[in-house]
């Protein structure tokens, strides 16, 4: 995969893929971490003298909308670089062309919304040769949407002379792939969220990979059901039940722990005013819903990431949202960060949960793509990688 400082920028259209889909309400920017986060490969590319052109998808339009416009994120990107960003009203097109033409090196474009156009997803052929027309040059900077084979993430790749991956693109890989291939021993996985069907397949790849597997949040309860726990109330997946036990029992006979919580902090309703009562055992009360790990499963879980040298976080330990319930999830967030372990946290509420523990900076690696770099560890690649790599076979 070839990084943007081996390219000759000047003069170059450069289409640079990032992902700025940051939350916005009634046209305000909530957070702009993924804005920042984009910033030293657009300077980069525009200190070589590239001619730049800036693309993204904003939420889920089923059409072309106010709401979902990338116009804000323009604005404030104009703010964050000092300098001018043109917005261009489309991605494709006559205008586009035009802005681009006449663009003159160390300057930038922010084109609007990929997704405004219903052939970005389809990966349609067409659509990627409108993208891909007025550029010589593709960069692509946007990890947390590499997992997804649309049309400005591998369609347009193949028609575009010169193809290199940014910074961020580049960190993600780099950080990912240590734990893929080389990871220091022992290798701990600490995985938590809602749904087991949402971690199946990354389950199963890290089985091969770690030396032990911490699990909480929601999915830990379709993982006590399956081997014949009492959950009580607590939330699980009864289509799952099958699943989870062949993950338990894969992990068994691959000799790699797979703890689960033994003890629960736990409330009679899914209400944030529910009062908080410490179960001190690994059966839930019938009246009961387990809604985060309990004091004796944080130790557990943390003796397991001080004896680690490499650690990878992706979902949090329970309702980390509601205060009386952010015990497990802040103590992991704590433990990593005094961990002298690689650790890796991957994307979503994980991170947000780093973010209100405020210890972001002291992670080896915050990834800004919770689905993408999870298909990574699942599948070792995703089609933005491979595309970058020229490699196109049915995508």
Partial sequence: MKSIRELQLEGRAVFMRLDLNVPIKEGKIKSDARIRAALPTIKYALEQGARVALASHLGRPKKKDKENSLEPVGVRLSELLDKEVTFADDCVGDGVKKLVRDLKPGNVILLENLRFHAEEEKNDLNFSKDLAAPFNTYINDAFGSSHRAHASIVGMVKLIDERAAGFLMEAEVKALSKLLENPPRPFVALVGGAKVADKVGVLQSLIGKVDAICVGGAMAYTFMKSRGDDVGASKFEADKLNVAKEILDRAKSRGVPLLLPEDHVAGIAFEETTTPQVVAQKNI???????????????????????????????????????????????????????????????????????????????????????????????????????????????
Avoid: C
Wanted: aromatic share 8%; glycine share 14%; proline share 4%.
């Fill in 285 to 395: 009360p019938t009246n009961s819903m387990g809604l985060d790990i309990g004091p004796k499963t944080r130790e557990l879980y943390i003796e397991q990431i001080k004896r680690a040298k490499a650690v990878f976080w992706n979902g949090p330990m329970g309702v980390f949202e509601w205060k009386s319930f952010a015990a497990g999830t802040m103590a992991m967030a704590k433990a990593l960060a005094e961990s002298k372990a690689f650790t890796v946290v991957g994307g979503g509420d994980s991170v947000s949960a780093l973010e209100v523990s405020g210890v972001v900076d002291k992670i080896g690696h915050v990834s800004t793509g919770g689905g993408a770099s999870l298909e990574l560890i699942e599948f070792g690649t995703l089609p933005g990688i491979e595309a970058l790599h020229g490699r196109f076979e049915n995508k």
